[in-house]
């Protein structure tokens, strides 16, 4: 069993930078892969980052890329969205969520979810 618990979400104005972080019960995190999502008003729960479990290897949706930066320490059971140049349509509840295996991009193939965290960006 893993519980997350999400923290940093805000209100920036558009060029900012926001940190997330979410932070993990149980010893076992280090064995589950972690992404990040996020969802908008009236819009269906989408991709941001995922980070393998060692850190070794991370990706993510091309929306963000170069801008958000996921990265994680497993000493702390903590993972971390680092999002700069902030966009108004950044603005949504992001979540984050532990697999232990499957697709990294499908919310159905993560087992365990946060209960999200508000980011909204002014222009």
């Known amino acids: 069993q893993v519980q997350l618990v999400e923290s940093g979400g805000g209100s920036v104005q558009a060029g900012g930078s926001l940190r997330l972080s979410c932070a993990a019960s149980?010893?076992?995190?280090?064995?589950?892969?972690l992404g990040w999502f996020r969802q908008a008003p009236g819009k269906e729960r989408e991709f941001v980052a995922h980070?393998?479990?060692?850190?070794?290897?991370?990706h993510s949706a091309d929306s963000v890329k170069g801008r958000f930066t996921i990265s994680r320490d497993n000493a702390k059971n903590t993972v971390y969205l680092q999002m700069n140049s902030l966009k108004p349509e950044d603005t949504a509840v992001y979540y984050c969520?532990?697999?232990?295996?499957?697709?990294?991009?499908?919310?159905?193939?993560?087992?365990?979810w946060g209960q999200g965290t508000q980011v909204t960006v002014s222009s």
């Open positions: 980070i393998s479990s060692n850190g070794g290897r991370t």
């Open positions: 969520a532990a697999q232990f295996a499957g697709n990294a991009n499908r919310a159905e193939d993560y087992e365990y």
């Open positions: 149980g010893r076992t995190f280090s064995r589950y892969a």
